[in-house]
């Protein structure tokens, strides 16, 4: 049943932080049938299960939790993402509330995290935590992710640092923390950018800030939005020809990300594809299917009507130009924001 605000100041008593813990389901609420399994298992526990697995945050904050969705992250969807968004901003809109903590699975708690840090209208502490392994598990790290996680939100430190990613004792900005393994405890990372922290026995240290505009200083209001544009990711490779950017314009995609080669480099076939989606007014951003480094700005945009990603990845991108597309479809507008943002 969803917390009502009004009724969080008893959580206060204790005079730690207020830190309510949103559900959204994952590998860290999930079982598997033998301690030795790390990879095939499922959904077995609620939010209230996985808070009762780690009493010691008692210690740390007043804790509370809710259950929003509980579905693996590769089922999440603009639904959600919206459902999320306005709890958690109506949530942080009491005073008697400090900050929030999701915990989501690994595969897609990056696209989470980058869309609540660019709709979020607040200062207070926003922090997403997951788990590789399920709870089950014989080395199961969500235990102690969750612990840390809680103590990032608790942290006066953390206010206006936007939304944040904890796990594996990292502390990782949500514009920047990507996913870079299928399977290990280590798997993410921030690239050349993201990572801005740590939590070592329970200490909470910042040794960066995040740079770009999030939360309180971006554009984005989705208070009165029921939907998002849909928005595609092709792939770039050898041979590839233009029939998916047919397939996708004529589907109705409002927007497309191409994960293309090297810099967001356009074959023929992607350029025409980048000119089919200007006739039919699909705006068209330039992402990369490599690992790290940025897209950038190339003399041709204009004649394609094409947008450089920057530094965003492919999914990353599609949440972004999802957004703004909400606001704009122009073109010079649209790389303002992904420049900004």
Not at 108 to 119: D, G, K, P, Q, R
Not at 211 to 235: E, K, Q
């Amino acid at each position: 049943m969803p917390i009502s605000p009004e009724s969080l100041p008893a959580l206060e008593a204790n005079n730690l932080p207020a830190i309510v813990i949103l559900g959204t389901g994952g590998t860290i609420a999930a079982a598997a049938a033998s301690v030795a399994n790390t990879t095939d298992y499922a959904l077995a526990h609620g939010v209230e299960a996985v808070i009762q697995a780690v009493p010691q945050v008692h210690s740390i904050a007043s804790v509370s939790g809710e259950q929003v969705v509980n579905v693996s992250s590769q089922e999440i969807n603009n639904s959600v993402l919206l459902t999320l968004a306005k709890r958690v901003n109506a949530l942080l809109q009491s005073d008697s509330v400090d900050g929030v903590v999701i915990t989501h699975g690994t595969d897609t708690i990056e696209e989470t995290a980058y869309f609540l840090n660019l709709v979020i209208k607040s200062t207070k502490p926003v922090v997403l935590v997951g788990a590789m392994r399920p709870s089950t598990a014989l080395s199961a790290d969500g235990p102690l992710n969750l612990l840390d996680a809680v103590a990032v939100a608790a942290s006066s430190t953390s206010h206006g640092m936007g939304v944040l990613m904890v796990l594996n004792g990292r502390v990782g900005s949500a514009r920047h923390m990507v996913k870079t393994h299928t399977m290990g405890t280590d798997a993410f990372t921030g690239q050349e950018y993201g990572v801005i922290g740590s939590v070592i026995d329970g200490k909470v240290d910042f040794h960066a800030a995040p740079l770009r505009a999030h939360t309180v200083h971006c554009d984005f209001d989705v208070s009165l939005l029921d939907a998002l544009p849909d928005v595609d990711i092709l792939y770039g490779f050898q041979g590839a020809g233009s029939a998916l950017f047919e397939a996708a314009i004529s589907a109705g995609a409002k927007g497309i990300i191409f994960a293309a080669t090297g810099n967001g480099t356009l074959s023929e076939a992607a350029k025409k594809g980048a000119l089919l989606a200007q006739a039919r007014g699909v705006a068209f951003v330039r992402s990369t299917r490599v690992a790290s480094g940025t897209v950038s700005i190339k003399g041709n945009d204009i004649e394609f009507n094409t947008v450089a990603s920057n530094s965003l990845n492919p999914q990353k991108a599609r949440i972004l130009l999802s957004l703004a597309l909400t606001l704009t479809n122009d073109r010079t507008r649209l790389q303002d924001y992904f420049d900004r943002y």
